[in-house]
């Protein structure tokens, strides 16, 4: 008989209760994870993403580039405050450190709002590496909480997209500021109130010519006319607002205030006028409206295959407030993206960027602007058209550019394009010779000579 100790002594078992299992939860599995934090990442940085451009366009946002920053920026922070929120709510994985650049994104964004374009100075020094660092300690927090491959897969090129604009907005700004310290080695800065616009006047004589290039050039462009002309007269080039040396401008650079800017310029530089006026492709638009805001200070004009002014100018006037109001939020956010280094990118001046789509977006009020100048009397009006490359009814409105002085000419340069009339040795010629006629007839009190 064996004996069984009280240790190995089988009992009853036990009845269970159902607080016995799960340490007082009930009978049933326990779910293991709440949601799936993939799809809350997903939809939370989507929002971001959508909220950012639809609150940039709302008309309770001023469209201004701080204004535009700003909204930006409160649709992101949207979007990290919902990661934040959702992921505690729904899932065991929660991601409370979303919560920082929710706050930094959505400080940034109302103190844009609020203060403006001062504030937008200054931050453009202090982003960048408040950026950086939030970036590097977001990777560090998510990579710690996350367990989620997908969510890691949709997050981290989000943040190294953060990296890449904190160093490309750090990049601009101090190359920013290294180029407004810089000065022309000829040529000369002046302030036309609240920037300065560069002018280099070269030659001697009169009248003096004034040269406009066309959409997005510069007077560095003008380089096989200006000194052609020079020979015979005084000739000025300059830079419009954001191109070349000049500063950019704060307000929006249409024909009239293009037209204002050169006025306050060669009376601030004391170049006596009546001057001619050369204007290529828009840079026409610019001399018909310098011509028709200041008639006496025009003595002639040389229209260089010029964009022609709206025939009906009244049609378009109702239009005007809504389009300048789309031209101005586009601006700013092509102004916004150029601070994260876009335009360096492109191997463009981030000024010059912005300047050139500024340019384009008021096309429409500068063809208007232009239609002002309806009769320029018995001016000499030379009118050049490239000989190639012309599309339907370019002659016909080269032709009513013609008309508008009763001492015209309208010739055509044969083999030249639109481009070749000045960026071509040959061709250029060609334009400084309508130029010295031009000069020539106002010189002489005479008529233009075939």
């Not at 100790?5 to 209760?17: C, D, G, I, M, V």
């Not at 929660?94 to 403006?116: D, T, Y």
């Amino acid at each position: 008989m064996k004996l069984i100790s009280a240790e190995q002594e089988p009992t009853a078992a036990a009845p269970t209760s159902p607080t016995s299992k799960g340490r007082g939860r009930p009978p049933g599995p326990g779910p293991a994870r709440k949601g799936h934090i993939g799809w809350i990442v997903a939809g939370s940085l989507a929002t971001g993403v959508l909220a950012a451009p639809l609150l940039a366009v709302a008309p309770f946002i001023p469209a201004t580039e701080s204004g535009v920053a700003g909204a930006l920026l409160l649709g992101l922070a949207l979007g990290w405050a919902m990661l934040a929120a959702l992921s505690v709510r729904f899932t065991d994985q929660p991601q409370k450190w979303a919560v920082v650049p929710a706050i930094f994104m959505g400080w940034g964004g109302s103190l844009l709002l609020a203060f403006g374009s001062p504030l937008h100075e200054v931050l453009a020094w202090a982003w960048p590496p408040a950026l950086l660092v939030l970036a590097v300690w977001m990777i560090v927090r998510a990579n710690r909480q996350l367990r989620s491959r997908s969510g890691r897969f949709l997050l981290y090129p989000v943040i190294a997209m953060l990296v890449l604009a904190s160093l490309g907005s750090g990049y601009e700004t101090v190359r920013g500021a290294a180029d407004a310290a810089a000065a022309p080695v000829q040529g000369q800065l002046i302030d036309v109130g609240g920037h300065r616009l560069y002018l280099n006047c070269t030659g001697s004589g009169s009248p003096t010519v004034v040269l406009e290039p066309g959409a997005g050039l510069m007077s560095s462009d003008l380089v096989w006319v200006a000194p052609s002309v020079a020979h015979d007269t005084r000739v000025c080039i300059y830079d419009r607002a954001g191109r070349g040396w000049s500063d950019p401008a704060k307000t929006q650079q249409d024909g009239a205030q293009i037209a204002t800017d050169l006025h306050t310029l060669l009376q601030r530089a004391k170049e006596t006028g009546p001057y001619v006026l050369a204007g290529h492709s828009f840079g026409g638009l610019y001399a018909l409206t310098f011509a028709a805001k200041y008639p006496e200070d025009v003595a002639g004009l040389v229209l260089v295959d010029s964009t022609a002014p709206a025939p009906a100018m009244e049609s378009a006037q109702s239009t005007r407030s809504d389009s300048d109001e789309t031209a101005s939020r586009i601006s700013a956010l092509v102004s916004s993206a150029s601070r994260l280094g876009v335009g360096r990118l492109l191997g463009v001046e981030p000024s010059h960027l912005r300047s050139t789509v500024d340019e384009y977006l008021q096309a429409g009020s500068s063809v208007q602007e232009a239609a002002a100048l309806r009769d320029f009397t018995d001016k000499p009006l030379v009118v050049l058209m490239a000989g190639s490359g012309s599309g339907p009814g370019w002659t016909a409105s080269q032709e009513a550019l013609a008309s508008l002085s009763t001492n015209s000419l309208h010739r055509v340069i044969d083999g030249a394009t639109h481009a070749s009339l000045i960026t071509e040795q040959k061709d250029a010629a060609a334009t400084a010779r309508g130029i010295l006629d031009v000069g020539s007839s106002v010189r002489t009190a005479s008529p233009l000579i075939p």
